[in-house]
């Protein structure tokens, strides 16, 4: 049995010489502007060597009042609008002197501070800082990873994203939180790329260079998102030191076959010029058992499917550009460039055996036997770019943000299915199939921001997106006859899909009190989309919708905020899901996708409450109307036709608790997840469904600092799922266990993973039917699996820079890239 995959991706905007057009207009109209110096008090705290402290208490006494801050991981805190001129500034940190002096700030809006260690205590009392794992700030829910950059060596962020809390990767690599579908964003700036270059983006980022996760489960109309979408910023560390870097990664993963990658990457930081080059490659194989039993009651009679895929030969080859220049101290511009070629022709086919039974008795003989074998050619194209343009005008009150980009994606798949039958009768018939698909999908966007302070406590965000989708498909079936195979012109079309959506936004953050926060904000969607099947129009639709948002959070202190977030959204299916391609996996059973869905109103609500910055209680409830998901029609001679359909609603609600503990000085780290989840699906006209469940979930990450001074590390991840309901399917618990050992050495990283050792996760489904009928479905994907990670920076080399200007110094203390 296929399962029919999604693809998601952000949409593109602009070739090459409207980008450098654009960047030159922009430069014109907007250079009397960029000059314009900076209202606010930036003070940087350093120790001895120069380094930068994180986490010092920074307060400058004005004439009115004092204001406080905490330096970054840059050791810069920052203090908007201040009242005075010479300003009395005082610091003070753990394992430090307390530093308390005059400051006169007439000449520069700027302050460097050394502290320097208190020896006495450190000689007698050992002194460890450690930041809280996981932290709330209004909409996020911040993941602090690098207070454990000592036990995640060798690690990648693909690997944190799965550990991070409510984050959910499935076997088919989707990321999800609370359902719903997730955009990656880095250092703020949204990831415009496809799908399957963005999850190879992110498994060759190592982990020592992530700052902190930021999950958004309800992001703000600010966002560059779609409806009902949710939000993971991966804040990466911002490299203080000008410096070349080359690193060296192979990973060895071993379960059905054995299967290499590897990537070599420049990283680098000179002057206001910093870059990130990858280039990657590598085989990918794996085996899954699929075992398929129906059976009528009425008549007795039975179908058995076993399906055997083991894919010998995946191959992959990319190469990734990320260059960011600061043009100057209010000007950033980045261009990203990412290019993949991917191809797959099995070593061993596809085989799906079965057998047919009527008046099914013990002892019995099948009516039918056989197998069918199935042959996949398989290659596809990603090219992605995209430029991203930030500026501050007007004093920094004004900031403007340009995103554009585009994606090309070319898929060709010739699949030929052939089946052989021991027995045969009038009811089962054998099947011949080859399909040839040629697809093509251009994908552009444009995202256009001003953000606005109005005041030093309420900004005003405002904005379009625009996004553009097209999809050529010539689908191309030819049937088996007289030993040969003829066109089946029947079959045979062309699917053309359009889709043109343009969305302005407003968006207001506010504090109230030092007490209440406030966002309000709405976008408004235009969408227009039609398809057409052999240039005849299946689909055309044209809509209007309002998509409001309201984020409040309460906290009198950092020991109880409370913060709750409500929005409302339309969601379109995919084209993939549009597309009327159909899928075989026996004679009898096959899977369509249906161009005539409609879309679904969603309105989400989540509360969340934080206790000392440690404990987190998270209640979500989501109401999808006309939610769309995939149903089985058991049709007459018993065939079982699996099509996409519009439910009448689908209903989630989950209570979850968040938290993390540390034992024996810091040496062991626990983050613990645990919830209850309810789902509730209901069917509408010839859709019969009326189920719903209660579930629970339970996460929990542990680390271990098994030798600090030889740096040996460990990991153990589990997960535990109850039976749950999704759609009209209910499967059985799932349970998954994942083991670690780490060891840095000098220049290398290496880290041994063992997945699933005891091969506990395995997919029991039971189709949900008010029918005589009776399905279940057992899947087995081979997921025990070892993985060895080696690590080399092999050049590692330090520029000197013998003095810096002040503008240098802004840009070198931004966050991140």
């Given at each position: 049995m296929k399962i029919s995959y999604y693809f998601s991706s952000a949409i593109y905007f602009m070739n090459n010489r409207t980008i450098c057009y654009l960047i030159i207009l922009i430069q014109f109209i907007f250079h009397p502007f960029v000059k314009a110096q900076l209202k606010e008090y930036r003070i940087y705290v350093y120790d001895s060597s120069h380094a930068p402290i994180p986490g010092v208490a920074v307060s400058l006494v004005d004439s009115t009042q004092t204001q406080w801050a905490i330096t970054d991981s840059s050791g810069l805190a920052q203090f908007p609008a201040p009242l005075c001129v010479t300003c009395r500034v005082r610091c003070s940190m753990l394992g430090y002197h307390e530093l308390d002096s005059v400051i006169d700030f007439s000449r520069t809006s700027q302050a460097n501070i050394?502290?320097?260690?208190?020896?006495?205590?450190?000689?007698?009392?050992?002194?460890?800082?450690?930041?809280?794992?996981?932290?709330s700030s209004h909409e996020k829910i911040i993941v602090n990873w690098s207070s454990l950059s000592s036990m995640i060596k060798g690690e990648t962020v693909w690997d944190l994203l799965k550990q991070s809390p409510l984050v959910e990767v499935d076997h088919n690599e989707q990321i999800n939180i609370l359902h719903r579908h997730v955009v990656i964003y880095i250092n703020g700036k949204k990831e415009m790329m496809s799908a399957s270059a963005l999850i190879n983006f992110l498994k060759n980022i190592p982990a020592s260079k992530i700052l902190q996760f930021e999950i958004i489960p309800i992001p703000t109309s600010a966002y560059d998102v779609g409806p009902g979408d949710a939000v993971v910023n991966i804040v990466i560390k911002k490299d203080l030191a000008d410096h070349l870097e080359g690193q060296a990664n192979f990973w060895a993963t071993q379960n059905s076959y054995f299967n290499p990658t590897g990537n070599i990457q420049f990283t680098g930081k000179i002057g206001k010029l910093s870059f990130i080059q990858t280039n990657y490659g590598g085989l990918s194989g794996s085996r899954s058992l699929f075992t398929e039993q129906y059976s009528e009651n009425l008549s007795g009679y039975q179908m058995n499917?076993?399906?055997?895929?083991?894919?010998r030969d995946m191959k992959y080859l990319g190469t990734d550009w990320y260059l960011n220049g600061d043009l100057d101290s209010v000007q950033n511009l980045s261009l990203h460039f990412s290019y993949e070629h991917d191809w797959v022709h099995p070593f061993n086919p596809e085989y799906y055996s079965f057998s047919y039974f009527s008046n099914y008795t013990v002892g019995s003989s099948p009516d039918s036997t056989g197998k069918t074998t199935e042959d996949t050619y398989d290659k596809n194209d990603n090219m992605c770019y995209a430029f991203q343009y930030l500026v501050s005008l007007l004093k920094n009150k004004l900031k403007l943000n340009i995103d554009a980009g585009q994606i090309h994606y070319y898929d060709y798949t010739d699949q030929y299915t052939l089946n052989k039958t021991m027995y045969q009768n009038k009811t089962d018939t054998p099947l011949h199939i080859l399909q040839s698909i040629n697809q093509k999908v251009h994908n552009t966007s444009a995202f256009l921001r001003f953000q606005y302070t109005l005041s030093t406590h309420f900004t005003l965000s405002a904005g379009m997106s625009t996004y553009f989708t097209k999809n050529f498909s010539d689908v191309n079936w030819y049937k088996y006859q007289t030993n040969q195979f003829v066109y089946d012109s029947s079959q045979s079309y062309t699917y053309q899909y359009s889709e043109n959506t343009y969305s302005p936004f407003l968006n207001i953050d506010g504090e109230i009190g030092k007490i209440f926060t406030i966002t309000i904000g709405a976008k408004y969607q235009i969408a227009r989309i039609s398809g057409k099947q052999n240039q005849y129009s299946i689909l055309d639709r044209?809509?209007?919708?309002?998509?409001?948002?309201?984020?409040?959070?309460?906290?009198?202190?950092?020991?109880?905020?409370?913060?709750?977030?409500?929005?409302?959204?339309?969601?379109?299916?995919?084209f993939w899901e549009l597309s009327p391609l159909r899928y075989y996996s026996s004679a009898n059973n096959f899977i369509d996708n249906n161009p005539h869905l409609s879309s679904s109103q969603d309105l989400n609500q989540t509360l969340r409450y934080t206790l000392r910055q440690r404990h987190q209680f998270v209640l979500s409830y989501d109401n999808n109307k006309y939610g769309w998901g995939q149903y089985v029609y058991f049709l007459p001679n018993h065939n079982i036709n699996l099509t996409r359909v519009n439910f009448a609603y689908t209903?989630?609600?989950?209570?979850?608790?968040?938290?993390?503990?540390?034992?024996?000085?810091?040496?062991v780290q626990v983050n613990p997840a645990m919830g209850i989840e309810y789902n509730a699906t209901k069917?509408?006209?010839?859709?019969?469904?009326?189920?719903?469940?209660f579930n629970g979930v339970a996460q929990c990450h542990m680390f271990f600092m098994l030798n600090e001074k030889k740096s040996w590390t460990a990991g153990l991840n589990l997960a535990y799922r109850s039976r749950s309901l999704s759609g009209i399917y209910e499967l059985k618990g799932l349970f998954s266990c994942d083991m670690s050992l780490a060891k840095s050495?000098?220049?290398?990283?290496?880290?041994?993973?063992?997945?699933?050792?005891?091969?506990?996760?395995?997919?029991h489904t039971q189709v949900l039917t008010p029918l005589p009928y009776n399905m279940k479905l057992t899947g087995n994907y081979d997921s025990r699996y070892v993985s060895l990670h080696i690590t080399y920076t092999f050049w590692n080399h330090q520029i000197r820079v013998e003095k810096k200007s002040s503008i240098l110094d802004d840009i070198q203390n931004r966050l991140g890239h």
């Open positions: 050394v502290l320097t260690k208190n020896t006495r205590q450190l000689q007698t009392v050992e002194i460890k800082s450690m930041r809280p794992v996981i932290t499917d076993s399906v055997l895929r083991a894919w044209n809509t209007n919708d309002l998509f409001p948002t309201l984020i409040l959070n309460f906290g009198k202190n950092q020991d109880h905020q409370f913060t709750y977030s409500i929005t409302s959204s339309v969601n379109w299916p995919d209903r989630s609600a989950g209570l979850y608790y968040i938290s993390q503990f540390a034992f024996f000085d810091n040496h069917g509408q006209d010839t859709v019969l469904a009326d189920y719903a469940r050495y000098k220049n290398w990283n290496i880290r041994l993973a063992i997945y699933d050792p005891f091969k506990l996760y395995s997919l």
